[in-house]
């Protein structure tokens, strides 16, 4: 276990559909993240949030609405997804040193997703 | 903009066999760069890290990788795999003193070692 934890593991839905995933982490790191991994295609990073700001948006389509309440807890809200959208997504944590080191990022298990 | 290319997709070799897993990447600035693992079934995590230092960095279980500023490439190494070696290998870079720790990732290397 990482620390990390996204529910659900699994979830399938129609495109007309609204869902929302969630990350929770316990592990007292500001800053937390969205990754997409999709099959033959590279990690690719959606959003970030500093101490519940977004500070990036990696020119995500809208129908991906993140939501950071706290430090602990991020979601991601989808609606009318498109079936290209079926991925891993992946959320991350890290803390903050401020030193530009590169912080370890701790990963969930993730939630897999198929969109119909 | 940075990115990262990971030469072999897949690698499949022997117990006992040296592993080499290649990594470049494209930025002009000051990086870091970093080795993920991931075991079957299990989450991503970090195998080592470079920021700075000696650029010969060793990591968990045996792993080394070697930044090397001139080729812009930080390699993967092991001189004797096992059986539970078989992981999807992700290299990573940041930009030095990034805001949030944006990483790019490689689009990863599955290392299949067999008994």
């Known amino acids: 276990e990482t620390g990390v934890t996204q529910t659900p593991r699994h979830l399938v839905m129609g495109m007309t559909n609204k869902k929302s995933l969630k990350c929770e982490q316990h592990?007292?790191?500001?800053?937390m993240y969205w990754y997409k991994q999709s099959a033959k295609k590279p990690l690719e990073l959606m959003f970030v949030y500093n101490f519940k700001e977004q500070t990036e948006n990696n020119s995500v389509p809208s129908r991906f609405s993140p939501e950071c309440p706290n430090s602990s807890h991020l979601f991601l809200h989808l609606h009318t997804l498109q079936p290209e959208d079926s991925a891993l997504y992946l959320c991350?944590?890290?803390?903050?040193?401020?030193?530009?080191?590169?912080?370890?990022?701790?990963f969930g298990s993730g939630t897999q997703l198929s969109v119909l | 903009a940075q990115s990262v290319s990971q030469h072999n997709h897949h690698v499949i070799l022997s117990e006992a066999a040296s592993l080499e897993l290649g990594c470049n990447y494209s930025?002009?600035?000051?990086?870091?760069l970093f080795w993920y693992v991931q075991y079957p079934g299990q989450h991503l995590q970090l195998l080592l890290k470079?920021?700075?230092?000696?650029?010969l960095v060793k990591g968990i279980k045996g792993f080394e990788a070697e930044f090397i500023k001139s080729k812009f490439s930080f390699n993967l190494r092991k001189p004797s795999v096992q059986w539970s070696d078989t992981a999807e290998y992700f290299c990573a870079v940041n930009a030095r003193g990034a805001a949030g720790n944006k990483l790019t990732f490689g689009g990863g290397t599955r290392v299949l070692v067999k008994p």
């Open positions: 930025y002009g600035g000051t990086v870091n």
């Open positions: 470079y920021f700075s230092g000696d650029p």
């Open positions: 991350a944590s890290s803390p903050l040193t401020g030193t530009g080191q590169g912080e370890k990022l701790f």
């Open positions: 592990l007292g790191h500001n800053a």
